[in-house]
């Protein structure tokens, strides 16, 4: 399953990309917001592009093989942006373009254990590297108060402890080790009317359990103070959240640098799909972009 990047025509619309000029992508997955930056910066133009995912780096590298060495991938984490910028001599830099969200093929092909629509592992991790932490690690050794705070501050989950609770009763029984066992797990905790069938009743938990694993909202943290000082002045940052917490870091996070005199933001409210984009690509229903440019 491709991956259908979101935003594509606000992403380049706010970096505003020129021949010559060189870019970041924290988030690189099969690269189509890349492509779309190498086209505008051509013939010279060049783009650092992370991802945690070796299978994704694969990807794009073959899909943007046309570009040759305009193209510099880095299989590690955007929270290493500094140190990745050191080591390339990448620069100047003209923007970086951060996309939050995961890769469909992520979530689909790789049984990785991201959906709780499939009988996979349950793993959830980006990477691809032996020695990571796992969902399954998680849910059979954490503490219930440590499952309970995750489920309540990264799923925003109100029935967190009952979650939690079911999750520990299980383990004692037998090891969770499958996608399906702890769907099952969480729909036998809460009510039959769970939401009144607005959302399937294990998404916040997956949710909060794939931001556990991966550290999503501390490499956000981490990563927004590297991105700012690797950029030029007159440089642009685009910021792609899907959820609230990841939303929140850069609203604060660009009211702080606006304060400070460090940038000018360039998107009072936050930008959000077409319905014809949505139509497209029910994905980018719940993205959000927020630009800043730089002084």
């Not at 995750?150 to 109100?158: C, I, M, N, P, T």
Request: proline share 5%.
């Amino acid at each position: 399953m491709a991956h259908v990047p979101v935003l594509t025509e606000e992403v380049m619309k706010f970096l505003d990309p020129k021949p010559g000029d060189n870019f970041i992508d924290c988030t690189l997955g099969d690269g189509g917001h890349t492509a779309a930056i190498l086209h505008l910066t051509a013939p010279k133009g060049k783009v650092l592009g992370f991802d945690l995912d070796s299978d994704a780096i694969k990807v794009a590298r073959k899909n943007l093989e046309s570009f040759g060495s305009r193209l510099v991938a880095r299989n590690e984490s955007y929270a290493n942006l500094a140190k990745a910028v050191a080591e390339e001599n990448f620069g100047p830099v003209a923007g970086v373009l951060m996309d939050f969200g995961f890769s469909s093929p992520q979530l689909e092909d790789r049984n990785r254990g991201f959906s709780f629509q499939r009988d996979e592992p349950l793993d959830m991790s980006y990477s691809t590297q032996p020695g990571h932490t796992t969902a399954a690690e998680i849910v059979n050794t954490w503490t219930k108060d440590e499952i309970i705070r995750v489920l309540a501050e990264y799923g925003e989950e109100h029935l967190a402890e009952r979650i939690a609770s079911g999750i520990v009763t299980a383990r004692h029984h037998k090891h969770i080790i499958s996608t399906v066992q702890l769907t099952d797990i969480i729909k036998s905790a809460v009510p039959k009317n769970y939401e009144h069938g607005r959302i399937h009743p294990a998404t916040r938990t997956f949710q909060a359990l794939r931001i556990a694993v991966n550290d999503e909202l501390g490499s956000v943290e981490k990563v927004l103070p590297q991105a700012l000082s690797a950029i030029k002045p007159g440089g642009r940052l685009v910021c792609i959240s899907f959820h609230s917490l990841e939303d929140r870091l850069v609203k604060t996070f660009f009211k702080e640098m606006s304060a400070a005199h460090k940038i000018e933001i360039l998107t009072p409210k936050p930008v959000t799909a077409t319905e014809k984009e949505i139509q497209n690509n029910p994905r980018s229903r719940s993205a959000k972009l927020r630009a800043a440019l730089i002084k």
